[in-house]
């Protein structure tokens, strides 16, 4: 029989550390079997707080998308246009750098369509607009703008991630780089 838990089991607790297992070995390892072992708690223990590794997906998916958005949010308090883009841009990278595992959770959601995950979404979309609002884009312009930042950002992350920049130049001098052209291309665009 397992220990008791020595802390409040809840569901923040819970998905903390489902977040910190994926981040050090990555999400194939998130399991009910090996959070239970990391909680000292038996696996049917955690039906008590979702429904099965799928539950268990969906609300650890929120938790990235939500500690993501804040990472961003706070990157734009204080900055407007081109340093808020980059800002946010450097918050999005260096979350995906630290919470590898997590990151990859905002991308595996069991279902996309479920309201829960798109409210979390909607938010770093809004924000996401909200910033780029110096560039006067609006409507269906606004939201590819966003499509194509994300885009840059999460490439950029996964060939980071992958190993992908064997040359010797700063990575974050490049990120930046190329956000001033994605911008310099979206002012021209109008």
């Known amino acids: 029989m397992s220990p008791r838990p020595k802390f409040a089991l809840d569901i923040t607790t819970i998905i903390e550390a489902a977040g ?19 909680l000292g708690i038996r696996p049917p223990s955690l039906y ?3 429904d099965g590794l799928t539950g268990l997906r969906k609300k650890l998916a929120i938790y ?5 958005y804040r990472r961003m949010a706070d990157a734009a308090i204080g900055v407007s246009g081109t340093n808020a883009v980059i800002a946010v841009s450097q918050a999005y990278v260096n ?16 279902d996309p369509e479920d309201v829960e995950v798109q409210e979390a979404g909607a938010k770093i979309v809004d924000l996401t607009v909200r910033i780029l609002q110096a ?14 930042l994300r ?11 992958k190993g992908g920049f064997k040359m010797a130049l700063d990575l974050d001098e490049s990120l930046v780089i190329i956000i001033q052209a994605f911008l310099a291309g979206i002012g021209d665009g109008q």
């Not at 560039?135 to 194509?148: I, K, P, S, T």
Request: hydrophobic residues 40%; negative net charge; glycine residues 8%.
């Open 20 to 38: 910190e297992i994926a981040d050090q070995y990555g999400m194939q390892e998130v399991t009910l079997a090996n959070l239970a072992k990391k």
């Open 48 to 50: 008590n707080h979702f």
């Open 64 to 68: 990235g998308i939500d500690k993501l």
């Open 95 to 110: 979350f995906a750098r630290f919470h590898p595992g997590i990151y990859e959770a905002t991308l595996l959601a069991p």
């Open 135 to 148: 560039y006067q884009l609006e409507g269906d312009h606004a939201l590819h703008a966003v499509r194509g």
């Open 151 to 161: 885009s840059i950002l999460h490439g950029f992350s996964s060939l980071e991630q």
